[in-house]
Protein backbone atom coordinates (compact mmCIF):
# COMPACT_ATOMS: atom_id res chain seq x y z
CA UNK A 1 0.00 0.00 0.00
CA UNK A 2 1.43 3.66 -1.02
CA UNK A 3 1.92 5.96 1.84
CA UNK A 4 1.97 9.63 2.03
CA UNK A 5 3.34 12.68 4.85
CA UNK A 6 1.25 14.78 5.87
CA UNK A 7 2.78 18.17 7.75
CA UNK A 8 0.52 18.83 10.69
CA UNK A 9 0.38 21.78 12.84
CA UNK A 10 -1.96 21.93 16.24
CA UNK A 11 -2.13 25.57 18.21
CA UNK A 12 -2.97 26.01 21.33
CA UNK A 13 -4.25 23.23 23.46
CA UNK A 14 -4.53 21.09 20.78
CA UNK A 15 -0.37 20.58 21.06
CA UNK A 16 -1.07 18.46 23.43
CA UNK A 17 -1.94 16.11 20.72
CA UNK A 18 1.46 15.78 19.36
CA UNK A 19 4.37 14.12 20.38
CA UNK A 20 6.38 16.81 20.62
CA UNK A 21 6.77 18.77 23.75
CA UNK A 22 8.68 21.85 23.04
CA UNK A 23 6.08 24.05 23.12
CA UNK A 24 2.68 24.18 24.62
CA UNK A 25 1.52 26.68 22.49
CA UNK A 26 1.67 25.38 19.15
CA UNK A 27 3.36 21.49 17.66
CA UNK A 28 4.37 20.60 14.46
CA UNK A 29 4.66 16.91 13.79
CA UNK A 30 4.63 14.98 10.54
CA UNK A 31 2.15 12.01 9.69
CA UNK A 32 2.72 9.05 7.35
CA UNK A 33 -0.60 6.82 6.52
CA UNK A 34 -1.64 5.32 4.22
CA UNK A 35 -2.80 7.11 0.93
CA UNK A 36 -6.63 6.66 1.35
CA UNK A 37 -6.37 7.67 5.23
CA UNK A 38 -9.45 10.72 5.44
CA UNK A 39 -9.45 13.58 7.63
CA UNK A 40 -11.62 11.51 10.38
CA UNK A 41 -9.13 9.03 10.64
CA UNK A 42 -6.12 11.31 11.02
CA UNK A 43 -8.08 12.79 13.87
CA UNK A 44 -8.66 9.21 15.07
CA UNK A 45 -5.10 8.75 14.62
CA UNK A 46 -3.93 11.56 17.29
CA UNK A 47 -7.04 10.65 19.44
CA UNK A 48 -8.07 14.01 18.64
CA UNK A 49 -12.12 15.04 19.27
CA UNK A 50 -13.30 17.00 16.60
CA UNK A 51 -15.49 18.96 18.92
CA UNK A 52 -12.03 20.13 20.17
CA UNK A 53 -11.19 21.61 16.90
CA UNK A 54 -12.02 25.46 15.66
CA UNK A 55 -10.91 26.96 12.15
CA UNK A 56 -8.73 23.88 10.36
CA UNK A 57 -6.73 24.84 7.30
CA UNK A 58 -5.55 22.67 4.45
CA UNK A 59 -2.48 23.97 2.16
CA UNK A 60 -3.92 27.47 3.33
CA UNK A 61 -7.20 27.06 2.54
CA UNK A 62 -10.04 27.18 5.10
CA UNK A 63 -11.67 23.79 5.15
CA UNK A 64 -13.86 23.71 8.45
CA UNK A 65 -14.87 25.93 11.43
CA UNK A 66 -16.58 25.05 14.74
CA UNK A 67 -20.04 23.42 14.12
CA UNK A 68 -19.22 23.37 10.73
CA UNK A 69 -16.81 20.50 9.41
CA UNK A 70 -17.56 19.26 5.75
CA UNK A 71 -13.94 18.45 5.91
CA UNK A 72 -14.24 14.81 7.36
CA UNK A 73 -13.87 12.93 4.21
CA UNK A 74 -11.07 15.21 2.56
CA UNK A 75 -8.63 12.79 1.36
CA UNK A 76 -5.24 13.93 1.05
CA UNK A 77 -2.09 14.44 -1.03
CA UNK A 78 1.58 13.94 -0.24
CA UNK A 79 2.93 17.02 1.16
CA UNK A 80 -0.15 18.28 2.20
CA UNK A 81 -0.35 21.03 5.48
CA UNK A 82 -3.34 20.41 8.16
CA UNK A 83 -3.31 23.22 10.41
CA UNK A 84 -5.83 22.64 13.28
CA UNK A 85 -6.85 25.79 16.05
CA UNK A 86 -8.34 25.22 19.43
CA UNK A 87 -11.99 26.21 19.25
CA UNK A 88 -10.58 29.10 22.01
CA UNK A 89 -7.94 30.63 19.38
CA UNK A 90 -8.48 33.93 17.62
CA UNK A 91 -8.59 34.08 13.68
CA UNK A 92 -5.33 34.06 11.78
CA UNK A 93 -4.02 37.29 11.93
CA UNK A 94 -3.04 36.52 8.24
CA UNK A 95 -6.80 35.82 6.75
CA UNK A 96 -8.08 38.78 8.28
CA UNK A 97 -9.70 39.73 5.08
CA UNK A 98 -10.59 36.46 4.29
CA UNK A 99 -9.45 33.27 3.66
CA UNK A 100 -9.33 30.69 0.36
CA UNK A 101 -12.11 28.02 0.85
CA UNK A 102 -11.93 24.09 0.49
CA UNK A 103 -14.52 23.51 -2.03
CA UNK A 104 -16.39 21.12 0.84
CA UNK A 105 -16.85 24.30 2.76
CA UNK A 106 -17.47 26.98 0.28
CA UNK A 107 -20.43 24.47 -0.64
CA UNK A 108 -21.58 24.07 2.89
CA UNK A 109 -21.61 27.42 3.53
CA UNK A 110 -23.75 28.77 0.20
CA UNK A 111 -26.01 26.25 0.63
CA UNK A 112 -26.93 27.44 4.49
CA UNK A 113 -27.11 30.96 3.08
CA UNK A 114 -23.91 31.57 5.90
CA UNK A 115 -21.41 32.90 4.38
CA UNK A 116 -20.48 36.27 5.82
CA UNK A 117 -16.59 36.09 4.60
CA UNK A 118 -15.80 37.17 1.16
CA UNK A 119 -12.52 35.59 -0.62
CA UNK A 120 -9.40 37.47 -1.46
CA UNK A 121 -9.66 38.27 -5.05
CA UNK A 122 -7.79 35.43 -7.01
CA UNK A 123 -8.88 32.80 -4.60
CA UNK A 124 -11.74 30.03 -5.16
Known amino acids: ?18 DNTESKSHAKMFIEMPQDLRMRDILELMSLPTEER ?16 PDMDHSFKDG ?6 HLKSMWPFQYRDG ?15 KRHHLNKPGTN
Open 1 to 18: MDTIRLEVWLYGPLARYS
Open 54 to 69: GMTFINGNLCAMPGLQ
Open 80 to 85: DRVAFF
Open 99 to 113: AAMAPELKTSLDSKK
